[in-house]
């Protein structure tokens, strides 16, 4: 029976039936890769597809090699289970081509990691995805070094560094030349403690890995290396490599243990009065 243009349930855009399909057709279900794959589901979905495509080539089965290849085409195209999406204008530590950035938590972990979705034809020659995730790692080493950091940020005990009076010339000398002598002697104190902290805090390089992702640690606890597998990386999807370089960092800090080290603590003191002294001198002298 046709329908009228009047009839509620008429749409003029839906797609005709052909002529023997019966008109209370049901739907088709939904492919359970648009609705999202955890990681571990994909890897072994993909990796079974890999192998139905070798099967098919090699017989000459070329319906089952089609569809493989159909199929292998929408897990490509499927997005991750649970992946939240970042803003453009959220901070962050990018590489020198803008193709990677990543995130930090304030303990310094790596906590979430972005990457262009057209990485693999913007890149430039001579250049790898390994090169962009160090340069987006020593971007954010860089600001959390603490050589960076003022030095004159805290306020000196103003009781025992009092500034002086202009008619006290002489005294003001004096307690110049003295508060000199006590930097000079701290910072010898410092440099021989600084050679023994560093021999301690020497320790083997830490290492996580996840799917075709390995992230190595430097001493600090930050990553400074990355390698992907060049196989799992031709045949993974942004989201996925994402996940997994967030995966590989996690397995890396549970592996940290920090050295345990009684000079590295007198260290870590010997670098805060430094710090004091050279400040209120500082503010001495101004």
Not at 203 to 217: Q, S
Request: charged fraction near 30%; hydrophobic fraction near 35%; charge should be negative.
């Amino acid at each position: 029976m046709p329908h009228s243009y009047f009839d509620d349930e008429y749409d003029p855009l839906a797609p005709m039936l052909d002529a023997d399909q019966a008109e209370d057709e049901p739907a088709k279900a939904k492919s359970p890769t648009r609705e999202g794959l955890d990681l571990d589901t994909r890897q072994r979905r993909a990796d079974e597809l890999l192998s139905v495509v070798e099967q098919a080539a090699v017989s000459g089965d070329l319906t089952k090699l089609g569809q493989a290849i159909n199929d292998c085409r929408e897990l490509a195209f499927a997005p991750p289970r649970q992946e939240d999406e970042l803003t453009e204008n959220a901070d962050g530590s990018v590489d020198a081509q803008g193709l990677v950035r990543v995130w930090f938590d304030e303990s310094n972990r790596l906590q979430r990691v972005r990457l262009n979705s057209f990485w693999y034809s913007k890149i430039k020659p001579g250049q790898s995805l390994d090169n962009a995730f160090r340069q987006a790692f020593a971007d954010f080493a860089l600001r959390v070094n603490p050589v960076f950091d003022g030095y004159f940020e805290q306020e000196p005990p103003v009781e025992d560094f009092a500034p002086a009076e202009p008619n006290d010339a002489v005294e003001g000398l004096h307690r110049i030349t003295e508060l000199h002598e006590r930097m000079m002697a701290e910072l010898d104190a410092q440099a021989d403690a600084t050679d023994d902290a560093d021999s301690a805090r020497e320790t083997e390089p830490v290492v996580g890995r996840a799917y075709g992702v390995t992230i190595t640690l430097n001493p600090a606890g930050l990553p400074e290396d990355i390698s992907f597998d060049p196989g799992w990386l031709d045949r993974t999807n942004v989201g996925d490599i994402c996940a997994a370089v967030v995966e590989a960092a996690k397995n890396a800090y549970d592996s940290l243990q920090p050295p345990e080290d009684d000079r590295i603590t007198a260290y870590d003191e010997l670098s805060k009065q430094r710090d004091a002294l050279l400040a209120s001198l500082s503010r001495f002298i101004t």
